[in-house]
């Protein structure tokens, strides 16, 4: 199972400009909660959580492993989520604002321009939930299925929907080096994927 990473618990630590306002505490990783309550991931366990070992077998392979659909069209449909893709990413960078209009917009040059993208006018940007659930953990540099999605490029990450909400001037990136997610402050450059449909 690669495509969900596989941590019990999530440790968060929030630091404030004055003492003392230091907190540690953690979310069940089940739960999907980061330390902001920013995003879920969906929990595919067939059974809750024990303290014994093999949780591995108590998820679905079907429902947890990565299967996607590569169309003749320039897209690719994640056959877990539903999600349609543009598959190949565009070696344009743009700032956070541009990121969204180039997705979701309807002058010339975004895709829902005119007829569309792959005939398809409901493209936009995705939110971190969305992008993460296209990462492959048991991948590296790039941590995505090359074949599914080629050209995706690992030196800078890609641009999510989600504002990065202890700093409204960030959104939420993933890095496809890694898989990792961070901020980055919304006028610095990143790539795109941009993303329609979905259940």
């Known amino acids: 199972m690669n495509r969900l ?22 979310y069940s ?9 920013d995003w879920r991931l969906p929990d595919t366990s067939t059974k809750p959580y024990s303290a014994v070992s093999g949780d591995d077998a108590s998820y679905q392979p079907a429902i947890s492993s990565p299967s996607f659909a590569v169309n003749g069209n320039g897209t690719t449909i994640d056959n877990v989520t539903g999600l349609m893709w543009v598959s190949s990413s565009s070696a344009t960078m743009y700032n956070w604002q541009t990121a969204l209009s180039s997705c979701a917009g309807i002058t010339a040059g975004s895709l829902n321009f005119g007829s569309g993208y792959a005939g398809y006018t409901d493209w936009r940007l995705p939110n971190v939930r969305e992008l993460m659930s296209i990462v492959d953990y048991g991948l590296y540099a ?7 999605f080629p050209a995706t490029r690992v030196a800078t990450p ?6 990065y909400r202890p700093s409204v ?14 901020s980055l402050m919304k006028t610095a450059s990143g790539y795109v994927k941009c993303v329609r449909g979905g259940p």
């Open 5 to 26: 990473p596989h941590l019990l618990f999530i440790s968060c630590s929030l630091f404030c400009a004055a003492a003392p306002c230091r907190a540690q505490f953690s």
């Open 29 to 37: 990783f089940n739960s999907g909660m980061n330390c902001y309550g």
């Open 142 to 148: 790039p941590a995505i299925n090359s074949v599914a």
């Open 158 to 163: 890609y641009w999510t929907s989600t504002t």
């Open 169 to 182: 001037n960030n959104a939420v990136v993933v890095n496809f080096n890694t898989g990792g997610i961070m």
